[in-house]
């Protein structure tokens, strides 16, 4: 049995989980900080990185506890180092290095947007959406032992093959990964566990930012994907016809045409600007919102989660054809999008890999499943782990 215990600091959420064998949740704790960043209408990076210095001990302690694992349980400590905010991944970082120094445990580092992408190998039983089965699991007695697979227990016949054997999740690569996220949108060729070639990306805003920033324009709250998904439900799709993203024939993304589409339908439904000699001090000025109709608000929604989610669909679609892909996955927060799961189940010829929507948003299970990957590959890293706010999967 191999105990990793992932730890994720990398933005605003706070939390552990402790992972059997890469597949199995032992405990899954999330301390989330959306409401003391609610009232900026987005992640406040100085007060965020203060808060997982607050909560990480005692979110950590509950995924143990959760877990009813003793740290002599565990095969190695994995933590998010990059992708993120430079002051938040610190405070993972430098907790997980001394956990593992003081417990005498391998650290790995992993990838926050690897991490997002592994919550899809999970074996959870209960999975809303899910068309992909549980990954097949057989029984299998330990290979060759590598230097790295002394990590594992030799005489447990559970313990996953070493490095060389079988893929025991029997996924055939190359696999697309749709990335969707708060930081990224990433449209991904994945050869192998670790080994990944980008196709497209952003040249903007991320599409969870692009979620965030329109809610903002439509006076609803943070994190704004969610509350567009919700507002959407009551409004017409067909109502505004914003343009699609950049639809050539790169694999690339742009959101901000849209973002300011709407930003312009918003401003016929707003007064005029008022002149600074005309303003009342301490009155609401032009750039706070008046609250639109709550019918208006939803159309807009509606339309604008319409566009983004064609955008997306479409390049995935055509790069699964192109690169004849066993499987399309998706990943990240914006996953969550009930439009984009849908639509892009229709829209594949080749089975659709989700994450359960609760494991959709930042988290530590994906850490700890990344991390049991990369203990696999022998990936240990050193003292020196560094955080890398900018770091890429390829
Ligand atoms: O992966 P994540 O939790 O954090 C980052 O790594 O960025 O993603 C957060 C993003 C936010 O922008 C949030 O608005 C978006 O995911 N999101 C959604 C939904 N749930 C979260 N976007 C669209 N629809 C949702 N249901
Ligand atoms: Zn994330």
Redesign the pocket.
């Known amino acids: 049995m191999t105990l990793v215990l992932g730890i994720e600091t ?4 706070t939390a552990a989980a402790v992972i059997a064998d890469g597949r199995a949740i032992r405990s899954n704790v999330v301390a989330s900080q959306v409401d003391l960043h609610q009232k900026y209408g987005g992640v406040f990076p100085e007060m965020a990185s203060r808060q997982h210095v607050v909560t990480i001990t005692p979110v950590i302690e509950q995924a143990m506890g959760d877990a009813q694992t003793t740290w002599d349980d565990l095969s190695a400590i994995a933590v998010t180092h990059g992708p ?1 905010l430079a002051g938040s991944l610190l405070v993972g970082v430098n907790v997980a290095k001394g956990l593992a120094y003081a417990r005498g445990l391998p650290l790995v580092g992993v990838n ?2 690897e991490a ?1 992408i592994a919550t899809n190998w999970l074996d959870v039983s209960v999975e809303e959406g899910r068309v992909v089965p549980p990954p097949v699991m057989s029984r299998r007695s330990p290979g060759p032992v590598g230097e790295q697979a002394m990590l594992f227990d030799e005489t447990d016949s559970s313990a996953p093959p070493a490095q060389g054997e079988p893929d025991p999740y029997q996924i055939t690569f190359p696999v697309l990964c749709l990335v ?5 949108t990433e449209l991904v060729l994945m050869h192998d566990y670790g080994e990944y070639q980008r196709l497209g990306a952003t040249t903007d805003d ?4 692009a ?2 920033k329109v ?1 903002r324009l439509l006076g609803l709250e ?8 919700r507002v959407a439900q009551q409004g017409n799709p067909q109502a505004y016809p914003f343009p699609r993203a950049r639809l050539d024939r790169s694999y690339d993304f742009s959101f901000s045409g849209l973002k300011t589409a709407v930003l312009r339908a918003v401003q016929k439904y707003e007064p005029e600007p008022q002149r600074p000699a005309d303003r009342v001090p301490g009155a609401a000025t032009a750039s706070s919102r008046p609250r639109l109709h709550p019918r208006t608000a939803a159309d807009l929604a509606a339309s604008f ?1 319409t566009a983004v989610v064609e955008a997306l669909v479409e390049k995935t679609s055509r790069a699964a054809a192109e690169y004849k892909v066993s499987e399309v996955l998706l990943a ?9 799961r849908e639509r892009m189940q229709r829209a594949l010829d080749v089975p659709l890999r989700l994450p359960p ?1 609760a494991l ?3 988290n530590a299970t994906g850490v700890g499943v990344a991390g049991y990957w990369a203990l696999r590959r022998g990936q240990v890293a050193g003292w020196d782990l560094d955080v890398v706010p900018n770091l890429t999967l390829t």
């Open positions: 990398s933005c605003d959420e993120g926050h947007l997002h969707v996220s708060g930081g990224h991320a599409v969870g930012e979620f965030d809610a943070y994190p704004g994907g969610p509350a567009i998904q989660q990240g927060g914006v996953a969550a999008n009930r439009a984009l929507v959709a948003t930042d």
